[in-house]
Every structure is written in C-alpha cells, then in structure tokens.
C-alpha cells in the first residue's frame, strides 16, 4: 500500500490542477482529488495498468458529477461568495508574457459559461492533452461528439480572449483610477468610473455592496490617504490593485472590471484573515 501511496501522491499536483481548472475552487479540487484516493484505496492495484490515466478518469468523472450538480442545484450566486484571488505581480508593457501566462487564471471565469461536458472535454484535451477516446468514455459520449464538445468550446474561450491592446487600455484604465484614489480627486474618479459601476467588498463581517459611481467616488474619496502603499496587481489574469499600510501590512486586494474603457465592477478582499493566506507580492517601497 505504500507503494500506491507514493505512486498517488506524484501525481496529487497534476491531478489538483485537473480538478482546479474544471471546478474553479481549491477546495472542491482538494475534494475531488481525495474522492480519487478514497476510490484508489478500495481498488485492486494490480488490475491497474495505467495510474496516471486511471486517476485522471477518476477525477474527471468527480468533476464531472459536481458540475452537473451545480447545473442543476445552483447554490448561492458566485457574488454573495468569497472570491478566490490569485494575485500576481504586473509590470507594465514588458509584463505581457505573464499576462500570456496568466490567461490560465483567466480562463477560469470563461469556463463557467460552459457546459459541464463541454468543460471537461475542453480542459482535459486543451490543458492536459487528454486523448479524446478517454475523455468520451468518462463523459459517456463517442469520440467524435467529444471532439466537437471540445471545439465548440475551444470556440468560446477564444472569442472571449483579450487582445494585447485592449490589456494595455485596461491597464491605463486601472492607473487612471488608482492615481485619483490616491489624491482624493471625486472628478477623476468619476471619470473612469462606469456611471452603473457595482463595488463588492468582502470585510470580516461580511460583503458590502455600492452601487453606481456618485457612491462609490465619495466613498473612496473618504478613505484616501496618503500613507498608504499602493500598486497595480494581476489578479486572476485582470488588471487589479493591492494596498499596504506604511509599514508594509496587507490592507485589500481589488479586481478590476473594465467596460468600454470605464471600471463597471470592482470586487475586493479586506478581511485580514483572508488576505494571509494570499500569496501577494511585495509592497512597493
């Protein structure tokens, strides 16, 4: 058994980030890749010829079964949720092969405008290089229907991509926003503000919600202080903004949704509970 246990475990990081890509939650990729060890555990090791396939089938399939439940149970909407951030470092211009590489973190909002087969055949081809014959039998479908399930997919995600100049106008968009919050300038903050603008912000007691850009200014006018250390940050593959106190302390991540060259949606973490267990880059000096 301990064997199996090593074998399992080289394979835990590929099989997380199987399951990650298809459920957009760390937690429900931890799940489903424990649910694959559960099953592992019961199995007969000898009757398996390929582990790696295997465990991939397995998870797929978990996947697959929390998708479908979701389609058809949804839960609570994704805004009243708490976000999970990946917050990356962004460089300007010369950043542009980390947003390239970004585009993973991206994806993951794309993604959710599939449907559950769709996803899986398109995450396990694209992403893993999944041959389609076993894709087909883990979502019960011929090889051929799996391979349009996968290109019709393919299809949406890319024509959701983002061009590099519209990155590039978000970006100055962001900056515009950022450089009025830091001087309390309600007239430039207007100005890049989509006039419907939504604002969530995700605190210790729960989320706040402000709409439309008269409110969301004068809030952020009232906060603005001079002190603080502020910095342009990718968060999930989008242009969006991190804040430390004077001495470095995270106080909030914001991601930034920019609409025809306005910000319509700003959603931001300030718990600072929440904020440690991100992986933020270093506050600017």
């Avoid at 090593?6 to 980030?17: D, H, M, T």
């Avoid at 990729?29 to 790696?52: K, P």
């Avoid at 999970?84 to 947003?99: C, R």
Wanted: proline letters at 5%.
């Amino acid at each position: 058994m301990d064997e199996v246990a090593a074998a399992f475990e080289e394979q835990r990081g590929r099989l997380v980030a199987v399951a990650y890509r298809m459920l957009g939650s760390q937690a429900d990729a931890e799940d489903a890749v424990q649910e694959a060890w559960l099953r592992l555990a019961r199995q007969d090791a000898d009757t398996i010829d390929n582990l790696a396939g295997w465990l991939t089938t397995v998870v797929g399939r978990v996947c697959l079964d929390v998708l479908r439940t979701r389609k058809a149970r949804p839960q609570a909407s994704y805004e009243d949720q708490l976000p999970e951030f990946v917050v990356t470092e962004d460089n300007d211009v010369a950043n542009d092969a980390v947003l390239a590489d970004s585009v993973g973190l991206a994806l993951l909002v794309v993604l959710e405008s599939l449907g559950p087969s769709e996803r899986l055949a398109f995450v396990l081809h694209d992403l893993f290089a999944v041959p389609f014959d076993e894709i087909g039998q883990i979502i019960g479908k011929s090889t051929d229907a799996t391979k349009m399930l996968a290109s019709r997919a393919r299809r949406k995600v890319q024509g959701s991509a983002t061009p590099t100049d519209e990155r590039r106008q978000q970006r100055a968009v962001v900056d515009a926003f950022l450089a009025a919050a830091r001087q309390g300038d309600f007239e430039g903050l207007l100005q890049v503000l989509d006039p419907d603008v939504v604002q969530r912000t995700h605190t210790p007691r729960g989320m706040t919600v402000r709409l439309g850009a008269t409110e969301v200014a004068t809030r952020i006018q009232r906060g603005a202080n001079a002190n603080l250390k502020t910095r342009r940050v990718l968060v999930n593959g989008n242009p969006g903004i991190a804040a430390w106190t004077a001495t470095g302390q995270p106080l909030s991540v914001m991601s930034c949704t920019v609409t025809n060259g306005r910000i319509s949606e700003m959603v931001s973490i300030t718990d600072p509970a929440h904020l440690a267990t991100l992986n933020l880059p270093p506050a600017p000096e």
